[in-house]
Antibody, heavy 124, light 112 residues
Framework: QVQLQESGPGLVKPSQTLSLTCTVSGGSINNDDYYWTWIRQPPGKGLEWIGYIYYSGSTYYSPSLKSRISISVDTSTNQFSLKLSSVTAADTAVYYC????????????????WGQGTLVTVSS | QSALTQPASVSGSPGQSITISCTGTSSDVGTYNYVAWYQQHPGKAPKLMIYDVTNRPSGVSNRFSGSKSGNTASLTISGLQAEDEGDYYCSSYTSSSSLHYVFGTGTKVIVL
């Protein structure tokens, strides 16, 4: 079965760039049925969709983060990545990667599975 | 971005049924059948419980069911069990501005 695992620094300084990678195992990222997704959850708060990428490289980002984020995919390593620039304390959150499920309409109908999540703290 | 609206908490006794609502707009829940529900236990990643409004992924108990009426989607948990306690989030595709996806505010389910 497909599993996802986030990796990256747990501490980032304000104004720097947060970089995370999600490794997909048990299945190929090179699949036209899925969108590869980043979602975050600030401590004690709800979920926020950050954006997703198709294996071809097409990306869709949250408007509130669009000016600061970049999501990329590497089909040779079965990984996709998130970069979030100019971070502040408000970007402190658990960051999850997840697989977005689609059908013939190519619209995401749900996210499954999810990685275990990684806490990123923005602090000097 | 505007989150879908859920009640902060819902409680019930073991064996009872509870329903969690998720209210959106005509740009998301009201127009599209791409509503999903997730269960999250403390310190764990969310788990998909329902997708496409009513569909259950393989392995999810049939005590969980979804429905939709107008701009409001609902998740019903029948035969409530202690293990059902946790946070529940709805989500939906949205055509609002350039946003593609939106989550609900979250509901804490308390088993009395």
């Amino acid at each position: 079965q497909v599993q996802l695992q986030e990796s990256g620094p747990g501490l980032v300084k304000p104004s720097q760039t947060l970089s995370l990678t999600c490794t997909v195992s048990g299945g190929s990222i090179n699949n036209d049925d899925y969108y590869w997704t980043w979602i975050r959850q600030p401590p004690g708060k709800g979920l926020e969709w950050i954006g997703y990428i198709y294996y071809s490289g097409s990306t869709y980002y949250s408007p509130s983060l669009k000016s600061r984020i970049s999501i990329s995919v590497d089909t040779s390593t079965n990984q996709f990545s998130l970069k979030l620039s100019s971070v502040t304390a408000a970007d402190t959150a658990v960051y999850y990667c997840a697989r977005g499920l689609t059908g013939v309409t190519m619209i995401v109908s749900g996210f499954d599975p999810w990685g275990q999540g990684t806490l990123v703290t923005v602090s000097s | 971005q505007s989150a879908l609206t859920q009640p902060a908490s819902v409680s019930g006794s073991p064996g009872q049924s509870i329903t969690i609502s998720c209210t959106g707009t005509s740009s998301d829940v009201g127009t599209y059948n791409y509503v999903a529900w997730y269960q999250q236990h403390p310190g764990k990643a969310p788990k998909l419980m329902i997708y496409d409004v009513t569909n259950r992924p393989s392995g999810v108990s049939n005590r969980f069911s979804g429905s939709k009426s107008g701009n409001t989607a609902s998740l019903t948990i029948s035969g409530l069990q202690a293990e059902d306690e946790g946070d529940y989030y709805c989500s939906s595709y949205t055509s609002s501005s350039s946003l593609h996806y939106v989550f609900g505010t979250g509901t804490k389910v308390i088993v009395l």
